[in-house]
């Protein structure tokens, strides 16, 4: 018995203790998951861009010369025609220059005409002998230095009568108001855009394309009836065909400007679009929805389950485009793997899964007699 008691404190001390240590982790839970066989079948893909319509020629009219705007005569929307008014401004300082170049114009002429009827008389008078060659010449090129400064004189004069015509800002050719870009008040400088308009004549649809389908689009250019146009708000499409594409990616969105021509389609400028190109028919390819596929570690990738031991796996895939509400996969799958198509993002590599099966709905119960009722 004392034996025991000897012995009780040891065998207490190491229970204590084993108690007191790291308790084993538990194991993951087996998770639930809906599954599908991977099979290769045929589709046709598409692309839609949102599009603009645009005047193919948008001019921003700005004065010739600076000045203070006096007054706007037309609004954003409005209708004009070539040659029309748009907008003034303070020409008075323009009409003093005018004046004042006029008045040169009379001073070199009367300054002319005075030396040319001196000429005359030299002449007269060399012929008599009362003045020498040398002095005639100096005649002739004084008369010829004011006939040429009465030249400039003119010619200044038809600066300034053009500057103060520049005080009428006119329109260039029939068209729409699409901005307004002063107000009356305003001091402007020479050149500074005050309404912009769109022209009359052919329109285009601009829209912008990425970087990785710019060849797509250039391979459709040759193809009629690839590339569609449907308006906001209308189910119908037309054809489009390609005018013009950007040599160079935009800075900022990294996508390239494209062109097409509207043709006679009864559009305006600034109605928004949709641009469809449509990709032909590719057999033997993998089709999965959306929901399958997630993003891991920068690389798109989908989980396999393999039936042996119920575990999933991440296998990398490479994304074709889209079809619907699927994708299509380029590469990474083969026809016979069961994927993981729903509850991807709670998953880890070599997880124990099962098939979600889903429950039976209850059968109904029979209807009491009507006695016991």
């Not at 002449?123 to 002095?135: C, H, M, P, T, Y």
């Not at 305003?186 to 990785?212: K, M, N, W, Y």
Request: proline residues 6%; hydrophobic residues 45%; glycine residues 8%.
């Amino acid at each position: 018995m004392s034996h025991l008691l000897r012995l009780a404190p040891p065998l207490l001390l190491a229970a204590l203790l084993s108690a007191c240590g790291k308790q084993a982790a538990a194991p993951e839970p087996e998770r639930a998951v809906r599954t599908q066989l991977v099979s290769t079948g045929s589709a046709s893909a598409s692309h839609q861009y949102a599009a603009e319509v645009r005047a193919r020629v948008e001019s921003r009219l700005s004065f010739r010369v600076s000045g203070k705007l006096l007054s706007r005569d037309v609004n954003l929307g409005d209708t004009v025609k070539a040659g029309q008014l748009l907008a003034r401004i303070d020409a008075q300082d323009l009409k003093l220059a005018q004046a004042a170049a006029a008045a040169g114009v009379a001073a070199a002429r009367t300054n002319r005409d005075q030396l040319g009827a001196d000429y005359k008389r030299f002449v007269d008078l060399q012929r008599q002998g009362f003045i020498s060659a040398a002095e005639l010449e100096r005649r002739d090129s004084a008369f010829k230095a004011a006939q040429a400064h009465l030249e400039q004189a003119k010619a200044q004069a038809d600066v300034q009568a053009n500057q103060a015509a520049y005080a009428q800002l006119l329109a260039d050719g029939a068209g729409v108001v699409t901005g307004i870009s002063a107000e009356p008040g305003q001091v402007l400088a020479a050149g500074t855009p005050v309404v912009s308009v769109a022209l009359d004549g052919p329109r285009d649809i601009v829209f912008s394309v990425p970087e990785d389908q710019i060849g797509r689009v250039r391979a459709a250019a040759s193809q009629p009836g690839a590339l569609q146009l449907r308006l906001w708000g209308s189910e119908t499409t037309s054809p489009l065909k390609l005018r013009e594409v950007a040599a160079a990616a935009d800075p900022v969105t990294r996508t390239f400007l494209i062109k097409a021509d509207a043709g006679k389609l009864d559009v305006k400028p600034g109605q928004t679009a949709t641009v469809v190109l449509d990709l032909p028919q590719t057999a033997n390819i993998i089709k999965l929805p959306l929901t399958a596929v997630l993003q891991q570690s920068g690389k798109t990738s989908v989980w396999v389950l393999d039936g042996a031991t119920m575990t999933v796996k991440p296998v990398a895939v490479q994304v074709g485009g889209a079809d619907g509400n699927e994708v299509v996969v380029a590469s990474g799958l083969s026809a016979g793997q069961e994927v993981v198509v729903a509850g991807v993002h709670v998953l880890t590599p070599g997880q124990k899964v099962k098939r979600y099966v889903p429950p039976r709905s209850a059968a109904p119960q029979p209807a009491a007699p009507a006695a016991a009722r």
